[in-house]
C-alpha cells in the first residue's frame, strides 16, 4: 500500500493526493494561458481567475459532498471542515468553478465561451491527474473482482482493500479523461473545423459519457433518492452539450481557429 502522505514536515503533511490536485492545476493553467491570445484574452487574466476561483471550487466540491451526505455530517457537524480527512467532489467544483467564471468574464468583458474553450482542455487534463490522487488514497473504486490480471503489480496491490482486489474505476475516468484531452488538442488548430464553443460542447459530452458509465461501476457514489447523483448530472451535461452544439451549429458561428486571426 502507497503511503497517501508524501512528505512530512513535523506537524505539517503533505499527501500525494494535495500534490496530484495542484501538479493538474499547474498544468491547466499553463495550457490555458499558452492558448489566452488566440481568443485575445490576457495571461493575467487566467492568472486572476484561477487565484479567485480554485480556492472556491475547493470549498464548493465540499459543500457538494457535505450536502449529499448530509445523515453523517448532521450528526457529526465538527467534520464538515475536515477536508483533509477526505471528501470532495468534482461536480461541486465543476459548478462553482463555472459560477465563478461567468461572473468573472462579465467585470473583465470576456466573452464566457471564449474562456471556457481555452480552459477545457486543461480541466480535462487536470481531471485525468487528479484521479490518480484517488488512487492513492485507495477512493472512488468499483465491486470487487476476481483479479486484475491486465493492471501493472503496483496498480494491482493498491487495488487490493478490504480482502478483495477492487474495479479500477479511477483509472478508467483519468485514461477517458487523457484520451478526451488528447483529441481536442489534436483537432483544435486545425482552421474552420471547429466553431466557437464546440470544445466546450465536446468536452460536456465527452465527459458526461464517459463519466455517466463509469459512475454506474462505483460503490460510492453519492446518492439521492436511490439515484446516483453524479449520473443525473452526468447525463444532463451530454444533453445540454448535444442541444448546444446543435444550436451554435445552425447559427454559423465563427470558427474556433483561424490561421489569420487578427488582435
Known amino acids: 500500500m502507497i503511503?497517501?502522505?508524501?512528505?512530512?514536515?513535523g506537524p505539517i503533511a503533505i499527501r500525494w493526493y494535495a500534490i496530484c490536485i495542484v501538479t493538474g492545476l499547474i498544468l491547466a493553467v499553463y495550457l490555458t494561458g499558452l492558448e489566452a491570445p488566440q481568443k485575445n484574452i490576457k495571461k493575467e487574466d487566467v492568472l486572476d481567475f484561477i487565484?479567485?476561483?480554485f480556492p472556491l471550487a475547493i470549498i464548493g466540491a465540499r459543500l457538494y459532498y457535505v450536502i449529499f451526505n448530509w445523515d453523517y455530517y448532521a450528526k457529526n457537524p465538527s467534520e464538515i471542515l475536515a477536508i483533509w480527512q477526505g471528501g470532495i467532489a468534482i461536480y461541486g467544483g465543476l459548478i462553482t468553478g463555472a459560477a465563478v467564471l461567468f461572473v468573472f468574464c462579465y467585470y473583465r468583458m470576456i466573452k464566457p465561451?471564449?474562456?471556457l474553450d481555452?480552459?477545457?482542455p486543461g480541466v480535462m487534463l487536470a481531471q485525468a491527474i487528479g484521479r490518480w490522487g484517488n488512487f492513492i488514497n485507495q477512493e472512488a473504486y468499483g465491486k470487487a473482482v476476481a483479479h486484475l490480471n491486465y493492471l501493472p503489480e503496483w496498480i494491482k496491490k493498491?487495488?487490493?482493500i478490504d480482502g478483495h482486489y477492487r474495479t479500477p474505476t479511477f483509472l478508467y475516468e483519468s485514461l477517458w479523461n487523457l484520451l478526451g484531452f488528447a483529441i481536442i488538442m489534436s483537432l483544435r488548430h486545425r482552421p474552420n473545423l471547429l466553431k466557437e464553443g464546440e470544445i466546450t460542447f465536446f468536452y460536456l459530452i465527452w465527459y458526461g459519457c464517459g463519466r455517466f458509465v463509469i459512475e454506474g461501476m462505483?460503490?460510492?457514489?453519492?446518492?439521492?433518492?436511490?439515484l446516483?447523483?453524479?449520473?443525473?448530472l452526468s447525463a444532463l451535461l451530454v444533453a445540454v452539450g448535444i442541444i448546444l452544439a446543435v444550436y451554435r451549429r445552425r447559427r454559423q458561428t465563427v470558427p474556433y481557429y483561424q490561421i489569420a486571426r487578427k488582435s
Not at 462505483?218 to 436511490?226: A, E, P
Not at 446516483?228 to 443525473?232: F, T, Y
Open 118 to 120: 481555452i480552459a477545457v
Open 218 to 226: 462505483r460503490t460510492d457514489s453519492l446518492m439521492f433518492m436511490n
Open 228 to 232: 446516483r447523483v453524479s449520473q443525473g
Open 113 to 115: 465561451i471564449d474562456f
Open 51 to 53: 487565484l479567485i476561483a
Open 3 to 9: 503511503n497517501p502522505i508524501a512528505v512530512q514536515i
Open 158 to 160: 493498491q487495488m487490493y
